[in-house]
């Protein structure tokens, strides 16, 4: 039986542990080794292997130091920049790495390089980096609105209880920007109220839901029309197709 851990790092990130029975782990995007280490020491779990979803430094950064120390195999995307990737993972390619069996998704826009890993079942796991995130999505660095608007039509396709584990903490951050967009949506006021509440216990608001996200990420629903009609009433222009409201959206957010 594997259980996942998030272990804090910076001053928002999560790097996401994942247990096996057998005392081995995984982690999903250290970009840092020390919390790592810790982890690893306080839980008496040896490292296996590390999966990565994009090149920025806040999701690589401890890779070679966990790499040299505990000989473990990495897993990524195809992007030479990421020094240390054993084995690279393309759209629709399987990875079976301790309890889990991973289909890997292409998920450009935040980067050009990003993938998630997503294993469906009885109990459905996504781990999609900087591309969706409680409340919100990624910034476009690399790519462009359609490109990650069609990414996160990809995830959002996935079964409403999948849970959801982004790598940061900006949950009440986009939740704010949502009822700006959105704000006659009741199902998102009370997850602002839910998810303000766990900060305040100084609890994480991750994972979320595919099906929590559908309901309450103005990036989910720019086919619903009060996103558009939100827009307007920004003084910003909606466009007629979901792909231009969700640019518009995501416009909006850069500047919010």
Same mark, same amino acid.
């Given at each position: ?14 790097? &996401? ?8 782990? +995984?982690?999903? %995007?250290?970009? %840092? ?52 990737? %054993? ?5 629709? =390619?399987?990875?079976?790495?301790? %309890? ?16 998630? +890993? ?46 959801? +584990? ?15 967009? =959105? ?11 839910? $998810? ?18 559908? $309901? ?35 416009? &909006?957010?850069?500047?919010?």
């Amino acid at each position: 039986m594997t259980t996942i851990n998030g272990i804090p790092a910076f001053t928002d990130n999560y790097i &996401w542990l994942l247990q096996n029975s057998d005392d081995s782990a +995984y982690v999903v %995007d250290p970009g %840092d080794a020390a919390p790592v280490e810790r982890a690893l020491k306080e839980r008496k779990l040896s490292l296996e292997g590390i999966l990565i979803t994009h090149h920025h430094f806040d999701h690589v950064g401890g890779l070679k130091a966990l790499k040299d120390k505990h000989r473990c195999r990495v897993y990524g995307p195809a992007n030479p920049a990421i020094d240390g990737i %054993d084995q690279v993972l393309v759209a629709g =390619d399987h990875l079976n790495v301790g %309890d889990y069996s991973f289909e890997i998704i292409s998920v450009p826009g935040h980067t050009l390089d990003h993938i998630a +890993y997503y294993q469906a079942g009885e109990n459905p796991v996504l781990f999609c980096g900087d591309t969706l995130f409680a409340g919100g999505c990624g910034r476009i660095f690399e790519g462009d609105p359609p490109m990650m608007h069609e990414s996160l039509c990809k995830l959002a396709a996935l079964p409403a209880a999948t849970a959801v +584990y982004c790598a940061h903490e900006y949950t009440l951050a986009n939740l704010a920007f949502a009822l700006a967009a =959105d704000p006659d949506n009741a199902a998102l006021k009370e997850r602002q109220r839910n $998810a303000q509440a766990l900060r305040t216990r100084g609890e994480a608001t991750v994972p979320s839901t595919i099906g929590l996200e559908l $309901a309450t990420n103005p990036f989910l629903r720019s086919a619903a029309p009060e996103l558009a009609l939100g827009l307007e009433a920004a003084g910003r222009e909606a466009g007629a197709k979901p792909v231009e409201v969700f640019a518009g959206l995501r416009a &909006w957010k850069d500047q919010f």
